[in-house]
């Protein structure tokens, strides 16, 4: 498979293109002025003993501005996938949130990676995440940190995404993205910027559809965005932030292996007969405001609330979610040196609460019945404290080491229809400390290598602490444990320009080899009916990203990705599974691209990504096949006096293959593959206007 997925690329190469190349905020071209906000650290990736990328906006430029996967591909380690095409996401980094897809697991939320849009949480204090506010219209860039993330971020094992939204300076202008494609595909955004003296304000709004190409995949998003970044004298930075998202969508359900072969198209009969879909309906207002306390000292302090109401039909029943997410934080940090060298400290706390209300109904032809069968309470508060200390030791070695202390805690109430007294109840609390170690070396300038040795932690999420139906008295499960690991990495990173006629120009990269140990790994029982630990679990794996600018106005970006995650100790009451593969993670990911621009706005790239075959069940008798895709797409921008105007048209899936691009872990029934979406083709019609 790798041999053909080489194969086909080198025969793209031919007639392909580079658009990243050209990214002025790309990773490539100017690391040493990247600040990575996203770790909390502030620093540039080269000081940083972790994996990190970056991904500027003009390197996702030429997708459908859909969903998140399609700004994920270049990055190593992350398995970033459509369920049918639409905004439904599959995504894991380094195996961490496979388990989150199922018959019974939430759709269109991840698990065991923090998300941040502007630094403030779309993860809830119970570790989901979704995406209902993540814009890739409104994305100015996209932080990925691959490492473990839970010294400094607490319930985020498989690490960190932080997506950047609006202008922190610039020019006042106004734009519109018009995209139309296959299967109904539309979505049209509008971003204005304009400077307010010592402030600037930004703005994106947007609206999308998408009627699917399987049966029962529709959905509608309409989507908002806005900052206010104002400078505050000279030391101090405020950033006003406010969002909101109604987003709804169908679920289509899995399919057998019969049904997958025969006719891919079709829905899950039982999803579609009971309407199955979601109707997410979110706010979001937040604050950040950096001060410096003279050239040693800096104070971070973030406050946010996200109201949510959710509305779904789901496993027979119509449920009706009202809930607010509400949280802050702060971070000190202190440097020997204004220029940050020398001994530096940061320390912080955080904290998260979610409450609300959950009143289920019977599903009446898919709409919501008129009987109450249930009415109760779910909250969940997460507390953490952390610390962090660097030294350098000498002018390139730097050590690192650090800790944080999380408390997890659960809240269960459950009322008797009708009245308002409490009749059951129950709270569930998980404490971890985890420490981490690393160490820097910078080699040259721009070259530099490292070791890391970090601890992780993943709690369950909220439907992850139902109890099985065994336990008649009990309705948070006493038997799951927070996940538990440990990291091992060894990394490698750096850039450099050539000088000279060469094929070669200028090269980035990054490498990363790493071991993770596992301990009480949450595995999904009945198709996600219940949740339980597994005893041990390991992961070995090599990451390898790149990015060359060549002769003749191309360039090449690559991202492989080999892993084998095994179970060591690991039995129930269906069999010893020690030594099995654990589901849902594939072997091997490589993603490429080609990419070629002869002069300024005029571009086309071609690309192709390749998924190793992997397992959907502990006892490895489920296959979920590999499969390699092509992609193309090509681009003019002209402009005139004040007026930028760009075309842009892309067909993805071109050789139309028939692909699963997610599977149900460990299915209750036959049903576990989800298609992936056929070939398909878009155009985009772009206008900027600088008054």
């Given at each position: 498979?790798?041999?053909?997925?080489?194969?086909?690329?080198?025969?793209?190469?031919?007639?392909?293109?580079?658009?990243?190349?050209?990214?002025?905020?790309?990773?490539?071209?100017?690391?040493?002025?990247?600040?990575?906000?996203?770790?909390?650290?502030?620093?540039?990736?080269?000081?940083?003993?972790?994996?990190?990328?970056?991904?500027?906006?003009?390197?996702?430029a030429n997708s459908r501005h859909f969903a998140l996967d399609e700004a994920l591909g270049m990055v190593p380690g992350v398995q970033a996938q459509s369920r049918a095409g639409?905004?439904?996401?599959?995504?894991?980094?380094?195996?961490?949130?496979?388990?989150?897809?199922?018959?019974?697991?939430?759709?269109?939320?991840?698990?065991?990676?923090?998300?941040?849009?502007?630094?403030?949480?779309?993860?809830?204090?119970?570790?989901?995440?979704?995406?209902?506010?993540?814009?890739?219209?409104?994305?100015?860039?996209?932080?990925?940190?691959?490492?473990?993330?839970?010294?400094?971020?607490?319930?985020?094992?498989?690490?960190?995404?932080?997506?950047?939204?609006?202008?922190?300076?610039?020019?006042?202008?106004?734009?519109?993205?018009?995209?139309?494609?296959a299967f109904g595909f539309r979505k049209n955004s509008v971003t204005g910027i304009l400077p307010l003296g010592s402030a600037w304000f930004s703005a994106t709004a947007s609206?999308?559809?998408?009627?699917?190409?399987?049966?029962?995949?529709?959905?509608?998003?309409?989507?908002?965005?806005?900052?206010?970044?104002?400078?505050?004298?000279?030391?101090?930075?405020?950033?006003?932030?406010?969002?909101?998202?109604?987003?709804?969508?169908?679920?289509?359900?899995?399919?057998?292996?019969?049904?997958?072969?025969?006719?891919?198209?079709?829905?899950?009969?039982?999803?579609?007969?009971?309407?199955?879909?979601?109707?997410?309906?979110?706010?979001?207002?937040?604050?950040?405001?950096?001060?410096?306390?003279?050239?040693?000292?800096?104070?971070?302090?973030?406050?946010?609330?996200?109201?949510?109401?959710?509305?779904?039909?789901?496993?027979?029943?119509?449920?009706?979610?009202?809930?607010?997410?509400?949280?802050?934080?702060?971070?000190?940090?202190?440097?020997?040196?204004?220029?940050?060298?020398?001994?530096?400290?940061?320390?912080?706390?955080?904290?998260?609460?979610?409450?609300?209300?959950?009143?289920?109904?019977?599903?009446?032809?898919?709409?919501?019945?008129?009987?109450?069968?249930?009415?109760?309470?779910?909250?969940?508060?997460?507390?953490?404290?952390?610390?962090?200390?660097?030294?350098?030791?000498?002018?390139?070695?730097?050590?690192?080491?650090?800790?944080?202390?999380?408390?997890?805690?659960?809240?269960?109430?459950?009322?008797?229809?009708?009245?308002?007294?409490?009749?059951?109840?129950?709270?569930?609390?998980?404490?971890?400390?985890?420490?981490?170690?690393?160490?820097?070396?910078?080699?040259?300038?721009?070259?530099?290598?490292?070791?890391?040795?970090?601890?992780?932690?993943?709690?369950?999420?909220?439907?992850?602490?139902?109890?099985?139906?065994?336990?008649?008295?009990?309705?948070?499960?006493?038997?799951?444990?927070?996940?538990?690991?440990?990291?091992?990495?060894?990394?490698?990173?750096?850039?450099?320009?050539?000088?000279?006629?060469?094929?070669?120009?200028?090269?980035?990269?990054?490498?990363?080899?790493?071991?993770?140990?596992?301990?009480?790994?949450?595995?999904?029982?009945?198709?996600?009916?219940?949740?339980?630990?597994?005893?041990?679990?390991?992961?070995?794996?090599?990451?390898?990203?790149?990015?060359?600018?060549?002769?003749?106005?191309?360039?090449?970006?690559?991202?492989?990705?080999?892993?084998?995650?095994?179970?060591?100790?690991?039995?129930?009451?269906?069999?010893?599974?020690?030594?099995?593969?654990?589901?849902?993670?594939?072997?091997?990911?490589?993603?490429?691209?080609?990419?070629?621009e002869p002069k300024p706005g005029c571009m086309a790239e071609i690309g192709a990504q390749h998924l190793g075959s992997y397992f959907a069940n502990d006892a490895n008798t489920?296959?979920?096949?590999?499969?390699?895709?092509?992609?193309?797409?090509?681009?003019?921008?002209?402009?005139?006096?004040?007026?930028?105007?760009?075309?842009?048209?892309?067909?993805?899936?071109?050789?139309?293959?028939?692909?699963?691009?997610?599977?149900?872990?460990?299915?209750?029934?036959?049903?576990?593959?989800?298609?992936?979406?056929?070939?398909?083709?878009?155009?985009?019609?772009?206008?900027?206007?600088?008054?």
């Amino acid at each position: 498979m790798i041999r053909r997925f080489l194969t086909l690329l080198s025969l793209a190469g031919a007639v392909s293109a580079a658009h990243a190349a050209s990214s002025p905020d790309s990773l490539r071209y100017r690391l040493p002025e990247i600040s990575v906000t996203g770790t909390r650290l502030g620093e540039d990736p080269l000081g940083l003993p972790m994996a990190v990328t970056v991904a500027g906006a003009r390197s996702f430029a030429n997708s459908r501005h859909f969903a998140l996967d399609e700004a994920l591909g270049m990055v190593p380690g992350v398995q970033a996938q459509s369920r049918a095409g639409g905004g439904d996401l599959r995504l894991t980094i380094r195996g961490f949130g496979a388990r989150a897809s199922g018959d019974k697991s939430n759709s269109s939320t991840i698990r065991g990676i923090k998300v941040l849009v502007d630094g403030i949480p779309e993860t809830d204090p119970d570790g989901r995440s979704a995406l209902d506010l993540v814009d890739l219209a409104a994305a100015s860039r996209i932080e990925v940190v691959r490492s473990n993330a839970s010294t400094l971020f607490g319930n985020a094992s498989g690490g960190l995404i932080n997506i950047e939204t609006g202008a922190r300076n610039g020019p006042a202008s106004v734009s519109s993205d018009n995209i139309v494609g296959a299967f109904g595909f539309r979505k049209n955004s509008v971003t204005g910027i304009l400077p307010l003296g010592s402030a600037w304000f930004s703005a994106t709004a947007s609206n999308s559809r998408f009627d699917g190409w399987r049966d029962h995949t529709r959905s509608r998003t309409t989507q908002f965005s806005s900052v206010l970044t104002a400078q505050l004298g000279e030391s101090s930075v405020l950033r006003l932030l406010a969002g909101a998202s109604s987003n709804k969508f169908q679920i289509p359900g899995a399919l057998t292996q019969q049904q997958f072969d025969s006719a891919a198209t079709q829905a899950n009969a039982m999803y579609k007969s009971r309407d199955e879909r979601r109707y997410n309906r979110v706010g979001r207002l937040g604050l950040n405001l950096v001060t410096d306390f003279g050239p040693h000292s800096t104070l971070e302090a973030t406050a946010y609330v996200t109201p949510k109401v959710l509305q779904r039909s789901e496993r027979g029943t119509y449920r009706d979610f009202n809930r607010y997410h509400v949280g802050g934080g702060m971070v000190y940090r202190w440097r020997a040196n204004p220029d940050g060298t020398g001994p530096r400290f940061t320390a912080g706390l955080d904290e998260a609460y979610l409450d609300g209300s959950i009143l289920f109904y019977n599903l009446a032809d898919g709409q919501r019945g008129d009987s109450l069968r249930t009415n109760k309470r779910e909250g969940a508060d997460a507390l953490g404290v952390f610390a962090q200390a660097q030294v350098d030791l000498t002018d390139r070695l730097q050590l690192t080491a650090g800790g944080r202390f999380d408390r997890q805690r659960y809240i269960y109430e459950e009322f008797a229809a009708g009245r308002l007294a409490a009749t059951v109840g129950q709270k569930l609390n998980l404490d971890r400390v985890t420490p981490k170690f690393a160490a820097l070396y910078r080699v040259t300038p721009t070259h530099s290598v490292y070791f890391t040795l970090g601890g992780g932690i993943e709690a369950p999420a909220f439907n992850e602490v139902d109890p099985p139906d065994t336990l008649k008295d009990a309705y948070l499960n006493p038997f799951l444990k927070p996940m538990t690991s440990l990291t091992v990495e060894l990394g490698a990173k750096g850039y450099r320009a050539l000088e000279g006629e060469g094929l070669l120009r200028r090269v980035s990269y990054n490498a990363a080899a790493y071991r993770i140990g596992i301990r009480d790994e949450i595995v999904p029982y009945n198709g996600g009916g219940y949740f339980f630990s597994a005893g041990r679990s390991r992961r070995y794996g090599f990451e390898l990203g790149g990015e060359a600018g060549l002769a003749n106005s191309l360039a090449l970006s690559l991202a492989f990705t080999w892993m084998d995650a095994k179970y060591q100790e690991y039995s129930n009451e269906l069999g010893d599974f020690s030594g099995n593969k654990v589901p849902g993670i594939a072997n091997t990911m490589l993603n490429a691209r080609l990419a070629f621009e002869p002069k300024p706005g005029c571009m086309a790239e071609i690309g192709a990504q390749h998924l190793g075959s992997y397992f959907a069940n502990d006892a490895n008798t489920l296959s979920v096949p590999s499969y390699v895709l092509l992609n193309a797409a090509a681009g003019y921008r002209v402009e005139a006096g004040k007026l930028q105007v760009q075309a842009r048209a892309g067909v993805n899936n071109l050789a139309d293959r028939k692909y699963a691009a997610s599977a149900f872990i460990n299915p209750a029934t036959a049903a576990f593959l989800e298609p992936g979406l056929k070939r398909n083709a878009f155009v985009s019609l772009g206008v900027k206007l600088l008054p």
